[in-house]
């Protein structure tokens, strides 16, 4: 090392208000990457090189993204090579050996660089935590509000759950110093986008916001950082910059791409005026939300059928799930295993259903340790973020 429950359009603002960070997912026009940027990998069998390391084919596509069907997955921890993929550029590859973190910046007392060892010899910190791009689900807005968002039409499955370790960011902020008045800390990747994403600095030194190494026990795959990206529990998804390679500590609120022009909900409901310099309201947590590990739409055989899917909330874990059948009653799911004690991770939940033939839609809503319920109605933004609803699933049933 060298020198309980807001009306929806109040949830979305209390999201939204004093922290400045925005939301993953895709910008109008914006398939994930840059134009002109290089790419990584083996390509398909026509040589066109692709923008990530890991094999594409399990996964839904969108541009740089894969979107994971969340019908392939079972337990508590994504499997690696499942995890979905947001990428503002193709993956990058990084040599470890010569790999340097750079923090500092004028709230800092000192700038200071960090080798990989360097960071593996500080303490570790180990949690479970979901990470979800806050544009997941995007492709439903038009089907519960009428209306288009912009970006990539994300389904269901721009989420995952993994055990990440490693130190604190907090930690590491410490062997540079944080001088009185800091306010801002900007996370800046090294991917060719050089992806930047500030916070709070409370949020920094939180106790469970960390530079991960691991990721499900293994070194981080490049496409999910290697070797050092942030996790940052309950925030959306790209507050948790991958390839971090510097660090900045400001004496002032940070400005960048990620929380004016882009990653802020625009519409009637956030003028423009009230949240200058940026075009709309800059998103910090996420939302409460359920989602049926089914594809979409589903078909299923008559008779008795075990349904599955996952839960989540950035307020704690979730305590109850329900679910409906077209316009019936709600009743309980079974939830699997304790969540109350992963309040970062997502929760499974599951129910028996004996399906009649014909057409079906099945409603799932979870409920958080805050009392936080996810609503029946949307609230539409032009960038598609956040959206939590009930979300109708429609089975098929023959």
């Not at 925005?22 to 840059?34: H, K, L, V």
């Not at 947001?86 to 007392?109: C, F, K, M, Q, W």
């Not at 359920?290 to 008779?303: I, N, V, W």
Request: with cysteine; proline share 9%; aromatic share 8%.
């Amino acid at each position: 090392m060298k020198e309980h429950s807001l009306s929806r359009r109040e949830a979305l603002v209390a999201m939204a208000a004093g922290a400045g960070l925005a939301a993953c997912g895709t910008e109008a026009g914006d398939s994930g990457g840059d134009a002109g940027a290089g790419t990584v990998g083996a390509g398909p069998a026509d040589g066109t090189p692709r923008a990530w390391v890991k094999d594409p084919s399990p996964f839904v596509q969108h541009g740089t993204n894969l979107e994971t069907r969340l019908a392939d997955l079972d337990g508590l921890l994504t499997p690696n090579d499942l995890f979905f993929v947001r990428n503002h550029a193709p993956t990058p590859v990084i040599d470890p050996a010569s790999y340097r973190l750079a923090v500092g910046g004028p709230g800092a007392e000192a700038e200071v660089e960090l080798s990989l060892e360097d960071l593996r010899a500080l303490p570790s910190h180990t949690l479970i935590s979901y990470i979800e791009c806050a544009g997941n689900w995007r492709g439903f807005f038009q089907r519960v509000t009428g209306r288009t968002a912009s970006g990539s039409q994300w389904g269901t499955g721009a989420v995952g759950c993994a055990e990440w370790s490693g130190p604190r960011l907090a930690d590491v902020l410490a062997l540079a110093g944080v001088r009185d008045g800091a306010v801002d800390v900007n996370v800046i990747g090294l991917d060719e986008a050089g992806w930047a994403r500030p916070m709070p600095l409370a949020k920094a030194l939180d106790p469970d916001t960390i530079l991960a190494l691991t990721m499900n026990g293994e070194p981080l795959p490049p496409d999910h950082g290697f070797p050092v990206r942030v996790v940052v529990p309950g925030w959306v998804g790209s507050s948790s910059v991958k390839w971090v390679g510097r660090i900045e500590v400001a004496v002032g609120k940070v400005w960048v791409r990620s929380n004016t022009t882009s990653y802020v909900l625009v519409g009637e409901d956030w003028p423009a005026d009230r949240y200058a310099p940026a075009d709309g309201a800059p998103i910090t947590t996420g939302a409460v939300k359920s989602a049926l590990a089914l594809p979409y739409p589903a078909e299923l055989s008559p008779g008795p059928q075990r349904l599955r899917g996952f839960a989540y909330s950035p307020r704690g874990g979730v305590v109850r799930v329900e679910w409906r059948l077209n316009d019936g009653p709600w009743a309980p799911a079974r939830l699997i295993g304790t969540p109350e004690a992963l309040p970062h991770a997502w929760a499974r939940f599951e129910f028996e259903w004996d399906a009649q033939p014909g057409s079906h839609v099945i409603r799932t809503r979870a409920t958080d340790a805050a009392g936080d319920i996810q609503p029946l109605d949307a609230v539409y933004n032009e960038k598609g973020y956040l959206l939590n609803v009930a979300l109708p699933h429609p089975v098929e049933v023959g």
